[in-house]
């Protein structure tokens, strides 16, 4: 597949993504919707903060910014971490309900698969230019 498209493809991926990451944890913080689990607030917020963020990354990846497989594989990182310490929290039976666990699941799934992307393409666009580098 051309690698133009799978970066358009990881960029529109991260965007929605973050954006109902933000619409969804706003509407908990602010209190529009109620869940029938334990919310916990550290959490939501971190979430809601890593929307935005997302939403920017996602923009640098569109516009293919050299950045961004560093700024990917942060957020994935940040994101695993925060899963290991969710599910240590849920373990203990701390206020962590299984739902934040699946959910932060997700999100380090989704983001470790746009870093995969992100290497990829990046990986081919060096090789690219290597060959155009070793012809001169």
């Known amino acids: 597949m051309n690698k133009t498209i799978l970066i358009k493809m990881a960029a529109t991926v991260a965007v929605l993504f973050s954006l109902l990451t933000i619409v969804e944890g706003s509407q908990v913080l602010l209190e529009i919707t109620q869940q029938e689990y334990i919310v916990f607030t550290p959490l939501l917020i971190y979430n809601v903060v890593m929307g935005?963020?997302?939403l920017f990354i996602g923009a640098l990846i569109w516009v293919n910014h050299k950045k961004s497989l560093t700024l990917t594989s942060i957020v994935t990182v940040l994101h695993l971490f925060v899963l290991v310490v969710v599910a240590i929290i849920f373990i203990s039976d701390g206020p962590v309900a299984m739902h934040s666990v699946k959910a932060m699941t997700i999100r380090?799934?989704?983001?470790?698969?746009?870093?995969?992307?992100?290497?990829?393409?990046?990986q081919s666009i060096e090789i690219s230019s290597k060959k155009i580098t070793s012809n001169k």
Not at 108 to 122: G, Q, Y
């Open 108 to 122: 380090s799934a989704v983001w470790l698969a746009i870093t995969l992307v992100m290497w990829k393409t990046n």
């Open 52 to 54: 935005i963020v997302g």
